[in-house]
C-alpha cells in the first residue's frame, strides 16, 4: 500500500483532524517497523515499555494483533523525535513520567493498569479531571494513528488490500472486504 493510499483511507476514517506533525509522520512510512536494533531516542526504555503496555490497552490483542506487535511504541518515540516540536516532545515525556510516578503504574499487573487507565479515561472524558487530558488524549490519538498505519494494522486489522482494479461484475466484498463489512 502506497502512502497517498494510507493517509486518503485513514483521512476517511478520522476526518481530518490530525495535527500536520501526526500527517507528517503517517507519510513517513506505512509498514511496521522492525524491531531489532531499535533503541528509542526520545523514551527511556522504562518509558517505552510502559508506552507499549498503555498502547497495547489502547489497541489489545484480540483475533489481531494489538499496538504493541504493530510496534506503536516505536511510531511513538519516532513521532516525538522527528516531528514534533522539542517543547512538545518533552512534554509529553514530562507527562508520561509524571504518570508512572503518582500512580506506580510500571510496578501494575496488567489488571491493575487496565482498571487505572479505565478510570483515567472516564474522568478524564467525563470533564471531571483535565489534568491528564492533553497526555491521555495524545497518546490514544498516536496509538490509533500508528496502529493503523502499520502494515498489521491495514492489512490484518482493517483488511485493506493493494489497489486491485474491480471488473463491474465482482462482488462489492471482494473489492474492498474493509469498507462492505
Not at 516540536?85 to 515525556?93: G, V
Amino acid at each position: 500500500m502506497d502512502r497517498r493510499t494510507a493517509l486518503s483511507r485513514i483521512t476517511l476514517l478520522f476526518g481530518a483532524a490530525a495535527s500536520a506533525s501526526t500527517v507528517s509522520a503517517i507519510l513517513a512510512g506505512c509498514s511496521t517497523p522492525s524491531v531489532d536494533g531499535f533503541s528509542p531516542r526520545v523514551l527511556s526504555s522504562s518509558e517505552l515499555d510502559l508506552l507499549g503496555r498503555l498502547s497495547n490497552l489502547v489497541i489489545p490483542d484480540t483475533d489481531t494483533p494489538g499496538a504493541l506487535a504493530a510496534g506503536v511504541p516505536r511510531f511513538i518515540d519516532t513521532l516525538l523525535a522527528e516531528y514534533l516540536l522539542d517543547t512538545d516532545a518533552q512534554s509529553f515525556k514530562q507527562n508520561l513520567a509524571t504518570f508512572a510516578e503518582s500512580t506506580g503504574a510500571s510496578s501494575l499487573s496488567d489488571n491493575e493498569l487496565l482498571a487505572l487507565v479505565t478510570n483515567l479515561d472516564e474522568r478524564t472524558y467525563s470533564g471531571s479531571d483535565d489534568t491528564q487530558k492533553p497526555f491521555w488524549g495524545d497518546l490514544k490519538m498516536w496509538t490509533v494513528f500508528g496502529y493503523y498505519t502499520s502494515e498489521i494494522g491495514m492489512t490484518q486489522e482493517l483488511r485493506l488490500r493493494p489497489y486491485v482494479k474491480a471488473r463491474m461484475d465482482m462482488p462489492r466484498a471482494e473489492i474492498d472486504r474493509t469498507w462492505s463489512n
